[in-house]
């Protein structure tokens, strides 16, 4: 991926690798199959990492909803990238 790709994660993320981004359309699929790992933001309607994957079980479930998520919403590269700076604010164009 990219840094605008990483740029464009939900700040609710848990630093780590896995991340996911704004393209989500809460559709369920991540949650479902892997549970302790995505939660979903009600409010805001839309799901992020709520833990990172610890066990070979659950790395495979996150490879599972990476490679089902309609919308590749889910990314594995997030330990490329510095968790520590802010999230650049979306232009007003892309809200529309």
Request: hydrophobic content about 30%.
């Amino acid at each position: 991926m990219s840094i605008e790709t990483f740029n464009d994660r939900h700040i609710e993320n848990r630093p780590g690798k896995y991340y996911v981004d704004s393209r989500c359309l809460d559709c369920d699929l991540c949650r479902a199959t892997a549970p302790g790992i995505f939660t979903r933001f009600d409010s805001k309607g839309y799901t992020y990492v709520v833990r990172q994957p610890e066990t070979i079980e659950e790395l495979q479930q996150v490879r599972e909803s990476m490679d089902w998520c309609p919308e590749q919403a889910i990314h594995d590269d997030g330990d490329q990238f510095d968790w520590t700076l802010e999230i650049p604010l979306q232009s007003p164009e892309s809200t529309l």
